[in-house]
């Protein structure tokens, strides 16, 4: 079982940027495909970023390539979501997930733990 818990959520305005951290217990956190995806209302959930447990290049949906940048640091179990440039469009709850699968990339079918989400809010 992998616990996670997401926190750095809060409003902001456009243009402006906020860092996600997603907290993983567990001894395996190196061995999990991480991955952040975002649900904003009425919509349905949508793939933002992932990135491998060791090695992996980070992978992201083409609406924050260039804005978003994953990163994960094994020895504190943490994955991390920078979001710069912030649009009203990209506010949503944001969800950081695990995947048993180097293949997960951004398929939520394949992602087997979820945390509880956090709320991004970018104003206009």
């Known amino acids: 079982q992998v616990q996670l818990i997401e926190s750095g959520g809060g409003s902001v305005q456009a243009g402006g940027s906020l860092r996600l951290s997603c907290a993983a217990s567990g001894r395996t956190f190196s061995t999990y495909t991480m991955g952040w995806f975002r649900q904003a209302p009425g919509e349905e959930r949508e793939f933002v970023a992932s990135?491998?447990?060791?090695?992996?290049?980070?992978f992201y949906d083409d609406s924050v390539k260039g804005r978003f940048t994953i990163s994960r640091d094994n020895a504190k179990s943490t994955v991390y979501l920078q979001m710069n440039s912030l649009k009203p469009e990209d506010t949503a709850v944001y969800y950081c997930a695990a995947s048993r699968y180097i293949t997960a990339y951004g398929d939520g079918n394949r992602y087997d733990y979820w945390g509880q989400g956090t709320q991004v809010s970018v104003s206009s």
């Open positions: 990135m491998r447990g060791i090695g992996g290049s980070p």
